[in-house]
């Protein structure tokens, strides 16, 4: 019974200075470290607000993906179900019943 408790303990207390470890990292970010280490870049959307009342398309979607500078991009509808993680690389082209897109922003 005693090397129960023992043994418990001793799980328990590596457990936790195993949570107190860290690594160190430089907080410091070098020259285009977001892009080249993930592989990803911000969007922009302002820069494809063009698209603002046009008719949703495969071509326009791509188009003011390449504009916006991301790495991906998608249509959602009023009803779309949508994750809801955020992503700086995704355009997101918001459409009305009519597929017209009504809103551009990027995540």
Do not use: H
């Not at 188009?63 to 998608?74: D, E, L, M, Y």
């Amino acid at each position: 019974m005693p090397w129960k408790y023992a043994s418990s303990g001793l799980v328990l207390a590596v457990a936790l200075l195993t949570g107190c470890s860290s690594t160190y990292e430089s907080s410091a970010p070098s020259e285009g470290s977001a892009a080249t280490e993930t592989g990803q870049s911000r969007c922009d959307a302002a820069a494809a607000q063009f698209a603002v009342g046009k008719s949703a398309s495969p071509a326009l979607l791509e188009q003011a993906r390449v504009k916006a500078g991301a790495q991906t991009a998608r249509v959602l509808g009023p009803n779309d179900m949508i994750t809801l993680e955020y992503r700086s690389d995704r355009l997101n082209l918001n459409t009305d019943q009519a597929a017209t897109v009504n809103r551009v922003n990027c995540g």
